[in-house]
């Protein structure tokens, strides 16, 4: 199957400091990706779908300018968690699409956590 | 909206015996994929089996089958001969191509030695 990379795969940051998390497709053209938020033992939640070269779509409830999502190239998303408080620690996942795949490619995740 | 329900929180399973996951889910779709995922305690997704709904027969993979019932909206998992690899978390999934998943609220699986 196709390899989606994410990075970092855990990273420790303080209240109030941004932090970008990192999705590429490393061996196929991803038009689309979207960005999962998953807490302990629960599922996974859809945050956002990014189109290559537009904005962003996010799901209801999920904050626009707390979680920027820029997808500047087929290979490239990334989510930026601004102002990051403890309520956002959690588990991001991102998935990566060619548009026609009848199944998802997975990063690895990123483990947040702020203190 | 499409939604997936998974109504068991936890399972447990002897070691070599089988156990079957259940997941119903809700579309008005007729071209879509359904799909069973394990997320170990790495939490790396790992695509267990995918089944298309245009087609009757119910996939396959080794150890791992499916009971795809479409008119009943059912997606049940079934392992066979369970080793203690086996034992994650199985989340059931609804797709169309290309779009976003829509994700069961998992079932975490016990292996019993």
């Known amino acids: 199957g196709a390899v989606v990379s994410q990075h970092p795969s855990w990273v420790i940051c303080k209240s109030g400091t941004s932090v970008k998390i990192e999705c590429r497709s490393l061996d196929f053209q991803a038009t689309t990706m979207f960005w999962y938020r998953q807490f302990p033992k629960q599922s996974l939640m859809l945050m956002a779908t990014s189109n290559e070269g537009s904005k962003a779509t996010y799901e209801q409830g999920v904050e626009k300018d707390k979680f920027l999502i820029n997808h500047a190239s087929l290979t490239l998303s990334t989510l930026t968690v601004t102002s990051a408080h403890p309520e956002d620690s959690s588990f991001y996942i991102c998935?990566?699409?060619?548009?026609?795949?009848?199944?998802?490619?997975f990063g690895q995740g990123t483990r947040l956590t702020v203190v | 909206a499409q939604t997936v329900t998974q109504s068991q929180p936890e399972m447990s399973v002897q070691e070599a015996e089988t156990v079957t996951l259940s997941c119903t889910y809700d579309t008005s779709e007729s071209d879509y994929y359904l799909f069973w995922y394990k997320q170990p305690p790495s939490r790396q997704m790992i695509l267990v089996i995918r089944q298309e709904a245009y087609k009757q027969q119910n996939a396959t993979e080794n150890r791992f089958s499916v009971n795809f019932q479409k008119a009943a909206k059912s997606f049940s998992l079934k392992i066979s001969d369970s080793q203690l690899g086996d034992a994650a978390m199985y989340f059931c999934a609804y797709s169309r191509p290309g779009n976003q998943f829509y994700f069961g609220t998992g079932t975490s699986l016990t292996v019993i030695p």
């Open positions: 998935s990566a699409s060619n548009g026609m795949n009848t199944e998802a490619f």
